[in-house]
DNA sequence: ATGTCC
């Protein structure tokens, strides 16, 4: 027997050599060609039966192993060109998100998509991306800040009522800012999600439980802030009069807890698919139907949970400081994967910086530390699968807006809408955003304007460079 | 986004 019959019968690389071994070793027990030939059609047509022993054990390993490998690879093959997917505010969308999401459309799981007109750059899925697949989630599909989050009460005092100092001393008092801070221990509140069991389910979440308990209520870095501010209410809603109110804004998410999370997890996506196109390596997804997914979905969701807990906290220290009741409340995650359904289709949807806006459903919108935020009713747009944008989205990247942005001009911008700010780095001036009235116009036929929040003292992170 | 390795 020679390497040429073996090769006819579709053995290819190390297989050859291996068949060929074992062909020698049967014709050399006396077994005619013809039979030998048909032994190995029968080893090719059925690996797994020949793994235990025998003559044909170590061909069997090598073709199951071949098998998996091109599994594996057609599994994992781009598409040819991206599925169709609706844009809003396209003028406002630079041309590397735009590749982004032509990516994300190109994954074999991918069934629907849209892009929301704050859209710009980010690792795997650009922020502003919203992408349904069919039993997978993508850890970069959610992005490292799992659950980040807003939420707005709105309280009952007149807006002037609240002294710029005062609403300085409660922001100082009440909030912690930074990479890695937590409030001191004796500061430190108790919430429920620090009490479900999930905790125990996964030896990851165990090991994060301190950090997740020692972080809680605390509000983080980068574009996170806590504000007041005044709500306008040009008609009755959210159960309140007409009117203006003082109101409080948060932006936070699921601090250290679910950035490990989403490291650990994206690690792993990436890891069971070696064989992905290398431009959509942080696109890399878990299949819902592997242990790995269904643990992903689970510490997700607690992280989502966790980051909501951040937020109550954060408005019920400020509530109780200020000695009311909140008057009315809307909250909404802006980056997570839900369960949707799309067409009569259950589908995985996730929304990395998009907020959701199924029909009727309240969101909120903030523009800049120093521009306005809005109060959203979601008009459930199938195409845009009811999302709507997060923010205004960056126009400038961090390390952009860092050597070109003037701080004597940031000041002044701040001035002159009359915004006191506490902390706060360069990179995230106003001018490193899309105009927030261009990204809400793009969007008139995804929500519906319901209020308009006014920012007056805001606190964010001191970062690198302060403004 | 996060003390840049779970």
Not at 165 to 171: D, G, K, N, Q
Not at 293 to 302: D, E, S
Not at 311 to 334: C, F, K, P, Y
Request: glycine share 12%.
């Amino acid at each position: 027997m020679n390497g040429k019959q073996i090769t006819k019968l579709g053995f290819e690389k190390k297989a050859i050599g291996l068949a060929v071994a074992a062909a020698a070793v049967r014709e050399g027990a006396g077994l005619e060609r013809g039979a030998v030939l048909d032994e190995l059609r029968a080893v090719q047509a059925d690996p797994a039966a020949y793994l235990a022993g025998g003559v044909y054990a170590a061909l069997a390993a090598e073709l199951s192993a071949q098998h998996a490998v091109n599994e594996s690879k057609k599994g994992a093959a781009l598409l040819g060109a991206p599925l169709p997917y609706g844009v809003w505010g396209a003028d406002l969308i630079e041309p590397g998100a735009r590749a982004q999401m032509d990516v994300a459309m190109r994954l074999p799981v991918t069934r629907a998509g849209a892009l929301m007109p704050d859209a710009h750059v980010g690792y795997g899925l650009p922020i502003g991306g919203v992408l349904a697949t069919e039993n997978a989630v993508i850890p970069y599909g959610v992005g490292v800040d799992i659950g980040c989050s807003m939420r707005l009460s709105v309280f009952p005092i007149q807006p002037d009522a609240l002294k710029l100092e005062e609403a300085r001393t409660l922001l100082l008092k009440h909030t912690r800012f930074g990479a890695g801070v937590a409030f001191e221990k004796r500061e430190r509140d108790d919430h429920a999600v620090l009490h479900e069991g999930t905790w125990e389910d996964q030896p990851l979440l165990g090991h994060l439980f301190e950090k997740a308990a020692a972080q809680i209520g605390s509000s983080g870095s980068g574009n996170h802030f806590a504000e007041f501010g005044t709500l306008s209410l040009a008609q009755p809603d959210l159960g309140l009069d007409a009117g203006n109110y003082l109101a409080l804004l948060s932006h936070s998410g699921s601090r250290g807890f679910g950035a490990q999370v989403a490291g650990h997890f994206t690690a792993l996506a990436e890891r069971l698919h070696p064989h992905l196109d290398p431009a959509a390596r942080k696109l890399a997804w878990l299949s819902l139907d592997s242990e790995e997914g269904q643990a992903y979905w689970q510490a997700m969701n607690l992280a989502g949970r966790y980051a909501l807990a951040n937020h109550e906290l954060i408005h019920a220290r400020l509530a109780r400081a200020l000695g009311v009741d909140v008057l009315a409340s809307v909250h909404n995650s802006h980056n997570l994967a839900w369960k949707q359904q799309v067409n009569g289709q259950e589908l995985i949807v996730h929304r990395k910086g998009a907020t959701p806006a199924a029909s009727g459903q309240l969101g909120l919108i903030p523009g800049s530390m120093a521009d306005p935020g809005f109060v959203v009713r979601g008009r459930g747009h199938a195409d845009a699968l009811a999302s709507a944008s997060h923010g205004a989205g960056r126009q400038l990247g961090r390390k952009a807006a860092a050597s070109t942005l003037v701080k004597k001009e940031v000041a002044a911008y701040l001035k002159g809408r009359g915004v006191t700010l506490i902390g706060g780095g360069i990179d995230e001036a106003p001018q490193a955003y899309k105009r927030i009235e261009d990204v809400i116009s793009r969007q008139s036929d995804l929500v519906d304007v319901v209020a308009r929040f006014t920012p007056k003292v805001v606190r964010m992170d001191s970062g690198s460079q302060d403004i």
